[in-house]
């Protein structure tokens, strides 16, 4: 028969998760494009920096053109790199006129002080050329194949970005007049230093928006947390709940959001609670009515038999009473059984209860039953305290008892402790029966569950309701090998808080 594979239910992520991711993509998609727009409010203008320093070398460069006694245009001895691009922090050229009358910028062609922007990227250093050049194509001085920008005008100046001999440049070409006689000089500039400058610029955005949002999420998980704080507070009042107790949550510090939650569950708590006291109530009843007639036809019983003389009579009204004992031990389990529930007990339920103290009564009350099979029925206690329900805890010890007592042999020892084990109350009891198998330790907890050689006259409830008693009091019912020799260890361990 195929095998089909079973999906384990997936865990649902957490609130603090669920409005950190539906922060997070709207904080990212906002630092992007708060990045972008400081990009352009930053960039652009240093962009348009670098311009104006190339459309000023362009004006100082055809201020340096002149009309020979020829009639032919000449061009001055220039050294580029002596050619002013002046930025922020330099002083500006010498002004002009206009576009065509030009007053001569003095070129300083031993200055190599570097500028502003070059002290403050020292590896900042670009190529720089230049054309002079007639509308019809005729070079006057320069590099003959740089070519006339043809994008972007401002005025007389035009802009473009283009490739040449291999280099990337940002070029400007002037169109002005000279002695009446159209002329157009060209610059041209590598943008290593624009992309430096840039990339630094975006770097520096970049970190400070980054920081920014990292800031603004730590304020979102703050504030989350401190939000969550009633929910957390509610999950630490269920955690430490009494599994008994059915009172309905206070709606005081609920939030809004989660009211409506925490009434429905108040709402089922109450529904619990009320089946609950309705089935206790039903079983005291039921206890009592079924008491009265079984402990009446014990008396018809015992009456029969001293009435009668048969002998075979005599031995039918024996198995009688065995059977009625049978089901009245029965009828008083299945009654212990149910109003062990958790449920079945409040807050105010629970008491100080000495251990030692406990084990005395108990011992004295089976003590005549234990001689009369002659076990040796001992105690080793020490002073310990815990907080329970005592006619639970009572009946605990009379099932533990009155389950060894059944299983010691004649002529074994039951011995009853009790004290603390790592700082933990525990209450033990021990026979040197035959012990109970690794393979039926769980199964004997279940309820009418009798292992193999068990006495015919148990029920199988004992160490359930034992099972059930230790789990209304958050205890561990442990089944363990006797100290010595053959025989069980029966052990409820209570949580450390409970001494």
Same mark, same amino acid.
């Given at each position: 028969?195929?095998?089909?594979?079973?999906?384990?239910?997936?865990?649902?992520?957490?609130?603090?998760?669920?409005?950190?991711?539906?922060?997070?993509?709207?904080?990212?998609?906002?630092?992007?494009?708060?990045?972008?727009?400081?990009?352009?409010?930053?960039?652009?203008?240093?962009?348009?920096?670098?311009?104006?320093?190339?459309?000023?070398?362009?004006?100082?460069?055809?201020?340096?053109?002149?009309?020979?006694?020829?009639?032919?245009?000449?061009?001055?001895?220039?050294?580029?790199?002596?050619?002013?691009?002046?930025?922020?922090?330099?002083?500006?050229?010498?002004?002009?006129?206009?576009?065509?009358?030009?007053?001569?910028?003095?070129?300083?062609?031993?200055?190599?002080?570097?500028?502003?922007?070059?002290?403050?990227?020292?590896?900042?250093?670009?190529?720089?050329?230049?054309?002079?050049?007639?509308?019809?194509?005729?070079?006057?001085?320069?590099?003959?194949?740089?070519?006339?920008?043809?994008?972007?005008?401002?005025?007389?100046?035009?802009?473009?970005?283009?490739?040449?001999?291999? $280099?990337? $440049?940002?070029? #400007?070409?002037?169109?002005?007049?000279?002695?009446?006689?159209?002329?157009?000089?060209?610059?041209?500039?590598?943008?290593?230093?624009?992309?430096?400058?840039?990339?630094?610029?975006?770097?520096?955005?970049?970190?400070?928006?980054?920081?920014?949002?990292?800031?603004?999420?730590?304020?979102?998980?703050?504030?989350?947390?401190?939000?969550?704080?009633?929910?957390?507070?509610?999950?630490?009042?269920?955690?430490?709940?009494?599994?008994?107790? $059915?009172?309905?949550?206070?709606?005081?510090?609920?939030?809004?959001?989660?009211?409506?939650?925490?009434?429905?569950?108040?709402?089922?708590?109450?529904?619990?609670?009320?089946?609950?006291?309705?089935?206790?109530?039903?079983?005291?009843?039921?206890?009592?009515?079924?008491?009265?007639?079984?402990?009446?036809?014990?008396?018809?019983?015992?009456?029969?038999?001293?009435?009668?003389?048969?002998?075979?009579?005599?031995? %039918?009204?024996? %198995?009688?009473?065995?059977?009625?004992?049978?089901?009245?031990?029965?009828?008083?389990?299945?009654?212990?059984?149910?109003? #062990?529930?958790?449920?079945?007990?409040?807050?105010?339920?629970?008491?100080?209860?000495?251990?030692?103290?406990?084990?005395?009564?108990?011992?004295?009350?089976?003590?005549?039953?234990?001689?009369?099979?002659?076990?040796?029925?001992?105690?080793?206690?020490?002073?310990?305290?815990?907080?329970?329900?005592?006619?639970?805890?009572?009946?605990?010890?009379?099932?533990?008892?009155?389950?060894?007592?059944?299983?010691?042999?004649?002529?074994?020892?039951?011995?009853?402790?009790?004290?603390?084990?790592?700082?933990?109350?525990?209450?033990?009891?021990?026979?040197?029966?035959?012990?109970?198998?690794?393979?039926?330790?769980?199964?004997?907890?279940?309820?009418?569950?009798?292992?193999?050689?068990?006495?015919?006259?148990?029920?199988?409830?004992?160490?359930?309701?034992?099972?059930?008693?230790?789990?209304?009091?958050?205890?561990?019912?442990?089944?363990?090998?006797?100290?010595?020799?053959?025989?069980?260890?029966?052990?409820?361990?209570?949580?450390?808080?409970?001494?």
């Amino acid at each position: 028969m195929p095998r089909t594979a079973t999906r384990s239910p997936s865990r649902a992520p957490s609130i603090r998760g669920r409005l950190l991711g539906y922060l997070l993509l709207p904080l990212v998609l906002l630092l992007v494009a708060s990045i972008w727009a400081d990009h352009r409010t930053y960039v652009t203008p240093m962009y348009d920096v670098f311009d104006r320093a190339l459309s000023r070398a362009a004006v100082a460069i055809a201020a340096h053109v002149r009309r020979e006694p020829d009639g032919q245009l000449h061009v001055e001895k220039l050294d580029t790199g002596s050619i002013p691009l002046h930025f922020p922090g330099t002083h500006p050229p010498p002004p002009y006129n206009n576009a065509f009358q030009h007053r001569r910028p003095p070129i300083r062609l031993d200055d190599d002080r570097p500028t502003s922007w070059m002290r403050l990227y020292p590896g900042a250093r670009d190529n720089f050329l230049y054309r002079v050049s007639l509308p019809d194509g005729r070079t006057l001085a320069g590099d003959d194949g740089l070519p006339i920008a043809n994008g972007e005008v401002v005025e007389n100046l035009t802009y473009g970005d283009i490739t040449y001999k291999q $280099l990337a $440049l940002r070029i #400007a070409s002037y169109h002005t007049e000279v002695s009446g006689q159209p002329l157009v000089v060209t610059v041209g500039e590598t943008v290593h230093r624009r992309d430096i400058v840039v990339r630094r610029l975006d770097t520096v955005i970049g970190l400070s928006d980054g920081i920014q949002l990292l800031l603004v999420l730590g304020l979102c998980l703050f504030g989350i947390t401190v939000a969550l704080r009633p929910i957390n507070r509610l999950r630490e009042q269920l955690m430490h709940r009494q599994p008994q107790s $059915l009172q309905p949550l206070p709606l005081d510090p609920v939030p809004g959001e989660v009211r409506p939650l925490v009434e429905s569950l108040n709402s089922l708590l109450v529904a619990v609670r009320d089946s609950t006291v309705a089935q206790q109530h039903f079983l005291t009843n039921a206890a009592h009515q079924l008491r009265t007639p079984l402990t009446g036809l014990k008396a018809q019983l015992e009456v029969l038999a001293n009435e009668s003389g048969d002998q075979v009579q005599q031995e %039918r009204i024996a %198995r009688l009473q065995d059977s009625v004992n049978r089901l009245a031990h029965t009828a008083n389990q299945l009654l212990a059984l149910a109003r #062990a529930e958790p449920s079945a007990h409040g807050p105010g339920d629970f008491v100080a209860i000495q251990l030692d103290a406990l084990i005395g009564t108990v011992a004295d009350a089976m003590l005549d039953r234990a001689l009369a099979q002659n076990i040796d029925l001992g105690a080793e206690c020490e002073p310990v305290q815990v907080h329970g329900v005592y006619w639970l805890l009572h009946e605990l010890l009379i099932n533990l008892l009155d389950n060894a007592i059944r299983h010691t042999p004649q002529g074994g020892r039951i011995t009853l402790r009790c004290g603390l084990h790592h700082g933990a109350p525990y209450l033990e009891v021990e026979d040197s029966g035959p012990g109970i198998p690794l393979a039926e330790r769980e199964r004997v907890r279940e309820r009418f569950y009798r292992a193999a050689g068990s006495d015919s006259q148990s029920s199988g409830l004992g160490l359930a309701i034992v099972e059930e008693i230790a789990r209304s009091h958050r205890a561990r019912f442990e089944i363990l090998d006797a100290q010595e020799g053959p025989g069980a260890r029966m052990r409820i361990a209570f949580p450390v808080h409970q001494g």
